[in-house]
């Protein structure tokens, strides 16, 4: 079996010509984890001397950081190709496979699995090899014919990887390359940091805060959160729930009719942020509801990183983030009632457990450094590079 440290790393960067690299995201905004993991990843190659081309869907917030990084966009560009109407789909793939061809790449990193006819057509015009970083759970019905246009899988986890071997890819051809932050990207947040954060944002600055953040939808758990919280009765003078994402939970009905049935001032919803930090810095719990089989979880890390402990679903690959002494954090999916006992059991973990807020920053540090994480992709876009 293929496992965590395959790919070492092992004084890659002295040792290892620089890459022209060509990638996709399907937006300049951050979504969500994937488009997220492929902004600092692209950032931190980029700081390696690789030159990066990223073909982008749409517009969006993080274009900033990518032109300052020296990385070219492309788009806005459709990835979607519907092979019943060949002409249609060669014609919109012409153009970015042309932009691709000029750029004479040696790899082609692709972040989502499910743009694999576009990538293979921009490679096979362009003459690179397709590696493909497997973030989610795997879609495609033909996924055993499909899986040889990659020369190489690399999951962010092990059950990730499983997942993908019981859909038919060659165990010898996915490894493991996990999910890491950034160094001070989500930096140890104390008491100053709390009370700063919640001037800055206009939260409470004596109530408990719980927040969750993310995509507002059912299957990350939003709805078992409301219940679970409802079922608390809490005064919002002592503890306050915050939701950060989109859609607005006021946009879903069921999510609305919890709401109107709760204390106004017990809940608060900002919508989708740039820079989440502020809000983990005032937070004293972080609750990761998910009723899917993630594939990793890296708001887990993000909120262990900043030294506040996070309940989240044992579900997919989350046990492997909250895996040994983290596992007591982890709570039955879609139970309300598990959720709230576990919100109950941590609320005050600063008074009853001081020390717990480095632990779980040193958990992340000890348990998935960025800097392996980076020296793996480095080394397997070596490995199967042009020319390698």
Known sequence: MVTRGEYSGAGLREQTRKLRIITESISLDPLGGVE??????SLALANHGHALTLFFGEDGVLRSGFEDAAIRLVGPTKFQIDVYRPILSLRRVAAPAKVARAV???ILWLTRFEHF???????????CKVVCQLHHMPTATRLPVLH???AHFAAVSHFL??????KGVD????SVIENALPPRQYPRGGSEERADARKQIGLSTDANIVLYYGRIVPEKGVGTLLKAWAQLGLSPLDTQLVLVGSPSPFENPDFADQLSRMDPASCRWFPLQENVVPFLHAA?????PTEMEEGFGRVILEGLSTGRPV???????????????????LVEPRSAEDLADRITQNLNWRRDEPELGDVCAAWVENNFPYDRHLAQLEELFQTYAKGS
């Open 36 to 41: 997220v993991c492929t902004y600092q990843d």
């Open 104 to 106: 004479k790449p040696d």
């Open 117 to 127: 006819y576009w990538a293979y057509l921009v490679a096979k015009w362009s003459g």
């Open 148 to 150: 040889r246009g990659v």
């Open 161 to 166: 990887r499983n997942e993908w071997i019981k």
């Open 171 to 174: 165990p010898q051809r996915i």
């Open 284 to 288: 004293d719990l972080v609750a990761f």
């Open 311 to 329: 309940i989240a679903s044992r579900l997919g690959a989350v046990p492997e983030v909250l895996s040994g002494s983290m596992s007591r954090f």
